[in-house]
């Protein structure tokens, strides 16, 4: 059975600092390209940041460019983004992505999701 469990989020004050992880079981970890999105009140999901099962280059949103890092650590299966100087438009919840194209499909799936709340 595959999981995918966020945690780290919580509330915290604007130009505040959380780091959100996502741990994997289920899958070959390494072999599925991660990644975190999300979903504020009221929007349509978008993509935040991923990371690439081979070589791990990474992309961002725009919006959180030289903010947030996205990293990850094949040993414990666990992907991290490290979220800096946040702001109240980064309130939203987060959800963690694995995806792969194998044998001409794709397999993805995804977490429960974990709520950040950036609020004075």
């Known amino acids: 059975q595959v999981q995918l469990v966020e945690s780290g989020g919580g509330l915290v004050q604007p130009g505040g600092s959380l780091r959100l992880s996502c741990a994997a079981s289920g899958i070959t970890f390494s072999s599925y390209n991660m990644s975190w999105y999300r979903r504020a009140p009221g929007k349509e999901r978008e993509l935040v940041a991923g990371?690439?099962?081979?070589?791990?280059?990474?992309n961002y949103v725009d919006s959180v460019k030289g903010r947030f890092t996205i990293s990850r650590d094949n040993a414990k299966n666990t992907i991290y983004l490290q979220m800096n100087s946040l702001i109240p438009d980064d309130t939203a919840v987060y959800y963690c992505n694995a995806r792969r194209y194998l044998g001409g499909s794709w397999s993805a799936y995804w977490g429960q999701g974990t709520q950040v709340t950036v609020s004075s």
């Open positions: 990371i690439a099962s081979i070589g791990g280059s990474t």
